[in-house]
């Protein structure tokens, strides 16, 4: 049974099916990251003065992560182009292309989390507070590599933080009042940031993997019918560029604001 | 043109030769939009039952709080345990009945019957399409839909039990309540989310894309009007909940603080979690959905209920651009009121007030339809068959539930009637003989159609009598109960509130409206009753149910009626063309009382 | 475009190249502009986003042939911003509409 409009456009409304769908699907994305956004402007005008950080973030990985995304954002467009050209090995090279930035901004985003995972914050039964990296940690004492501050408030700027001198601080157990590392649980903006870029994460995985299989098994389509896997390159691209244009905004709020 | 009976060979309509599917393929993993339809029935008529019988539990323990249930006590205590020692439902229990029978009613039944199962059986039939535009999505769809009431179904027998923080899940009770059930409960909520989505995708995409020739926008069947505006509510509305959802979530299993605010104290002790969080943020996300929800389970009742209005009065519904423009209107503004359910958070006056005029604003088109159905009835020659007597009775029924709704809308009457019984006579009476009357309106209609058989009439109306005097005796007194004072969501009944509880103190829920507890519980078990026979009158029917002569015996103009029956893979055996609108009943100059859309002119 | 001309395609590939070009260039502005003193915060945030703006429209109007595209996806697109500017401002008006405490 063959369901019309499929590979070629209805004539009254100009496009075909899958264009419809992956568009109305685009809509809903924008409503659940609109209402993550707004999550995020909410939590932090109510967040009380002092208390919510800026320049945890590194600004040379981001602003990396974002061109890398942006280059694919083309090289997705290029691949359905050269479909559309009836060039099957520069679309192979295309894919491949998108599938390999996908895959570094992927890393660099697991690189950040686990900095994030083995950032420490200790506070010392002593009224001090511990800073930084976590170089081991067992029953007898905890490792850092970073610095002491006197108040916690100290740490909410980022940026002022930088250049600060690191230092082997070495906590025995018995002095630890609480420990915690910079994951979700630590603050709402670290919590806020996971999710959203957690989320937007899941959205690129999503996309690798059906960008892999547009790559591999599923271009066998191409020997058969060509326009309706011209398609459906446009259709998944579509969907990439949308995860471009969240994470267009993703970075200057999480990163720069 | 006389109705004919068109019989498909072998269930093959398109000509192309198929081997057979098997069992797997054709029943349960079918990729047909009406097989997929009735799976959804059939799953969401299974979850009705089940959260009637919840309320049926809760109304015994409202009206006799501390009693153990009768028939079902040993029962429940035999399956719960505890919670349910000796067959007396539990405070914890009654919580955990009262958070479920909501959301099981509202996501898992009447919304998966109004849109899963009457959306996906009717709405490409009535365009005159093969199936869905994505059908093995929609096979996705459902399997989503039947997760997620496993998940929600199976959150009961986990230790620690359901849900129990209402189907609104407020932090930080939701995210702070001690049991996995509400850990279920979200991940349930995700799957059936997913599930809406990628539906109402479906089926927006086939109105748009899949129209047969001829049908234009405006010659298509109100139903499909209202179930293209409730897909798009779906499609829209819900991204919101599921990123509450999400949130929740992390604050429960990792620890975040999205919703739990600094100094949060839990049992007199400082709760251990990093605050910064904000209760308000869940009910804004919470009801942004929650308010274009209560519109997705009124929509496609309003739909059904004009089919069955014009095909039953044999004559056009008056006022068709109207009732569009209106429903698309309904659909719209539904987006902007959702914060008159927060009236009492302590919101400003400004706001409060834009709240409170678009929630005014928005019962114009509620009005507009009601009343172009209403006039539709003027003038015409009424056949009262079962399915009529269902939709005049929607009729008076959503009027009044609509009418009590304008108290709630204003912010200073609803500060004595927020969180009252008031409310709940409110919404039950726009829903339960609201939308469930035209649901049960549609299965009468449309059971032809599917089984070519018709449902008894005589039993049909012994249903309706039933379903409309209990469906009366159960909810209005409940309005007299909230304007009295009786909060929502007690587990003893309001006993602890009662004047002769409360000697000497004024303002106390007198004997009379404390009676009227009972008064409900026997409706209630009236209304279980009443639908004795229509439940044998359903199965009995399929198979035993007197035989359609032909395809069109309710002799109806719009397209699933000019199909086979019942319609076989691919719907038509011959491509449908549209030459008019879907109303044309008692044209002058016809020798019929109706011309189908497809009827060539000449 | 015409689409099976080889030279069409380069001509594709050209207009693609300038788009990440000017893309890159706001997002390298936009980096500079947030660290740049600018004492104004909500003047400061207004640049960075602004910025952002920029790039999503570049992005939207020539990747996604946004500009090209037919009525229907324009319609669905109007109502969705509608919707998410509704979601977003309400929200963020009610949490700054409060009550003023008496006395103070």
């Known amino acids: 049974m063959d369901i019309p409009y499929t590979v070629q456009p209805r004539p009254d409304t100009g496009v075909y099916n899958a264009k419809v769908g992956m568009w109305l699907f685009l809509a809903s994305e924008v409503m659940l990251f609109g209402g993550l956004f707004s999550s995020y402007i909410l939590l932090r005008v ?109 740490l909410m700027n980022g940026r002022a ?15 630890i009042q609480k420990i915690g590392n910079y994951g979700p649980a630590h603050n709402t903006f670290t919590a806020i940031y996971f999710v959203l870029t957690g989320l937007h994460g899941l959205h690129i995985l999503g996309g690798i993997v059906v960008f892999a299989y547009l790559w591999g098994p599923g271009s066998r389509m191409w020997k058969t019918e060509p326009e309706r896997f011209t398609n459906r390159i446009e259709v998944a691209g579509l969907f990439w560029h949308f995860v471009d244009l969240v994470w267009i905004f993703l970075f200057p709020v999480l990163y720069l604001t | 043109m006389a109705s004919v009976t068109q019989t498909a060979p072998h269930a093959q309509a398109h000509g192309t030769h198929h081997e057979d599917p098997g069992f797997w393929r054709t029943y349960i993993f079918s990729i047909d939009h009406k097989v997929i339809g009735i799976q959804y029935g059939i799953t969401a008529l299974f979850f009705l039952l089940f959260g009637f019988s919840l309320m049926l539990m809760m109304r015994w323990q409202i009206a006799h709080p501390g009693e153990a249930v009768p028939l079902v006590g040993p029962l429940l205590a035999a399956l719960l345990g505890d919670v349910a020692s000796n067959g007396v439902i539990s405070p914890d229990l009654y919580n955990s009945f009262g958070a479920m029978h909501g959301t099981i009613m509202v996501f898992l039944a009447i919304v998966p019957l109004a849109v899963g199962a009457y959306g996906n059986y009717l709405v490409p039939i009535q365009i005159g399409a093969n199936d869905m535009a994505f059908p093995r999505l929609n096979m996705m769809s459902y399997q989503l839909y039947f997760l997620g009431g496993i998940i929600m179904f199976a959150s009961f027998f986990i230790p620690g039990g359901a849900a129990r923080a209402g189907w609104t899940s407020y932090s930080p009770l939701a995210t702070t309540i001690p049991t996995d059930g509400q850990t279920f409960w979200l991940i349930g909520m995700v799957f059936l989310i997913s599930s809406s989505l990628l539906g109402s995708v479906n089926i927006i995409t086939t109105i748009v894309q899949l129209r047969a020739p001829g049908l234009t926008w405006m010659r298509l069947p109100f139903f499909v009007w209202a179930q293209f505006t409730a897909s798009f509510l779906l499609l829209l509305a819900f991204p919101p909940l599921e990123v509450a959802g999400i949130l929740q979530l992390m604050d429960r299993v990792a620890g975040t603080s999205f919703f739990l605010p600094t100094g949060l104290a839990i049992g007199g002790n400082l709760a251990n979690v990093s605050g910064g969080g904000s209760p308000l943020l869940w009910q804004h996300l919470f009801w942004f959905l929650a308010h274009p929800e209560v519109y997705v389970l009124i929509l496609p009742a309003m739909g059904i209920i004009a089919e069955i209005i014009a095909c039953n009065t044999r004559k056009p519904l008056w006022g068709y651009k109207s009732l569009v423009y209106s429903a698309m209107c309904l659909g719209f503004i539904s987006f902007l009121v959702w914060a008159h359910h927060m009236y009492l958070t302590g919101m400003g006056t400004k706001i409060s007030t834009f709240f409170q005029t678009t929630t005014m604003i928005i019962s114009i088109p509620s009005v507009i339809i009601l009343t172009c159905l209403l006039i539709s009835l003027w003038g015409g020659s009424i056949r009262f068959n079962t399915p009529m007597l269902f939709a005049l009775a929607f009729l008076p029924m959503f009027g009044i539930g609509g009418l009590t709704g304008l108290p709630l809308g204003f912010s200073a009457s609803d500060i004595h009637l927020h969180d009252t019984y008031y409310v709940i006579g409110h919404f039950h009476y726009v829903v339960a003989p609201g939308t469930i009357f035209a649901l049960f309106a549609g299965i009468y209609f449309w059971f032809p159609k599917i089984t070519g058989r018709m449902m008894n009439e005589y039993w049909g109306k012994v249903h309706f009598a039933g379903s409309i005097l209990f469906m009366n005796l159960v909810f209005m007194p409940m309005f007299i109960q909230g304007l009295a004072g009786m909060l929502r969501r007690m587990s003893d009944g309001g006993v602890n509130y009662s004047s002769l509880k409360l000697q000497g103190v004024s303002g106390g829920l007198s004997p009379t409206i404390m009676g009227l507890n009972s008064f409900i519980l026997w409706g209630a078990v009236g209304l279980l009753i009443a639908q004795i026979p229509f439940i044998i009158n359903f199965f009995y029917s399929i198979s035993h149910g007197t035989k359609v002569e032909n395809d069109n015996p309710w002799e109806a103009t719009t397209l699933e009626w000019q199909a086979p029956t019942p319609p076989p893979h691919g719907n038509f055996l011959t491509p449908p063309q549209v030459y008019r609108g879907p109303y044309e009943y008692s044209v002058p100059g016809y020798a019929k009382d109706y011309v189908p859309q497809n009827q060539p002119p000449g | 475009m015409s689409d099976t001309h080889p030279d069409a395609f380069k001509a594709y590939a050209r207009k693609c190249g300038i788009i990440f070009g000017a893309v890159a260039c706001v997002t390298l502005a936009m980096v500079a502009t947030s660290f740049a003193p600018i004492h104004n915060r909500a003047v400061a945030i ?56 008496l006395g103070r």
């Open chain 1, 46 to 154: 109510a967040a009380a003065p002092g208390t919510w950080p800026t320049g945890w973030l590194s600004v040379p990985l981001g602003t990396i992560n974002t061109l890398i995304l942006a280059l694919s954002a083309v090289t997705t467009l290029l691949a359905w182009a050269s479909c559309k050209a009836r060039m099957f090995d520069r679309y192979k090279l295309f894919m491949g292309l998108t599938l390999v930035l996908a895959l570094v901004f992927i890393s660099i985003k697991g690189y950040e989390y686990s900095d994030k995972l083995r950032h420490y914050e200790v506070v010392l039964k002593d009224g001090r507070i511990a800073d930084g990296h976590l170089v081991t940690r067992n029953d007898k004492e905890v490792v850092l590599e970073g610095r002491y501050v006197q108040n916690h408030a100290e």
């Open chain 1, 161 to 175: 933080s930088h250049g600060k001198p690191h230092e082997e601080i070495r906590i025995e157990t018995p002095q």
């Open chain 3, 46 to 101: 207004g640049l960075v986003l602004g910025a952002a703006c920029i790039n999503a429209t570049l992005v939207a109007s020539y990747l996604m042939h946004l500009i090209s595209e037919k009525k229907m996806i324009y319609t669905v697109l109007v109502f969705t911003a509608i919707f998410f500017t509704g979601l977003m401002g309400l929200s963020i008006w009610a949490a700054h509409d409060v009550p003023r405490v």
